[in-house]
């Protein structure tokens, strides 16, 4: 079983920075691919940034240039840094972390932490 915990969210003015951190626990920790997701109220959780063992990242087109994605394999920790950000990056941030165990893909989500974007 792998447990994520968010940090790092928060009242922001547009324009400004934050720094969303996921650390991952348990036992056995192998993770492929780290994630960050994001929902607002009555929509589905869209993803906003990938980055997998080897750091190849991907982006949604909304937040590519502003947003940067990292993660450090020995702390098993997945960061999200948010800059130049907008009133429409407003929502709850997930992160969301991947391992293959016997040939079975395992998904586990963290808590999730809330970024307020003030215009």
């Known amino acids: 079983q792998v447990q994520l915990v968010e940090s790092g969210g928060g009242l922001v003015q547009a324009g400004g920075s934050l720094r969303l951190s996921c650390a991952a626990s348990?036992?056995?920790?192998?993770?492929?691919?780290m994630a960050w997701y994001r929902q607002t109220p009555g929509t589905q959780r869209e993803l906003v940034a990938t980055?997998?063992?080897?750091?190849?990242?991907n982006y949604a087109d909304s937040v590519k240039g502003r947003f940067t994605i990292s993660r450090d394999n020995a702390k098993n920790t997945v960061y999200l840094q948010m800059n130049g950000l907008k009133y429409e990056d407003t929502a709850d941030y997930y992160c969301?972390?991947?391992?293959?165990?016997?040939?079975?893909?395992?998904?586990?989500w963290g808590q999730g932490t809330q970024v307020t974007v003030s215009s």
């Open positions: 969301k972390a991947e391992r293959t165990t016997n040939g079975i893909k395992y998904n586990y």
């Open positions: 980055i997998t063992s080897g750091g190849s990242t």
């Open positions: 348990g036992s056995n920790i192998n993770l492929n691919v």
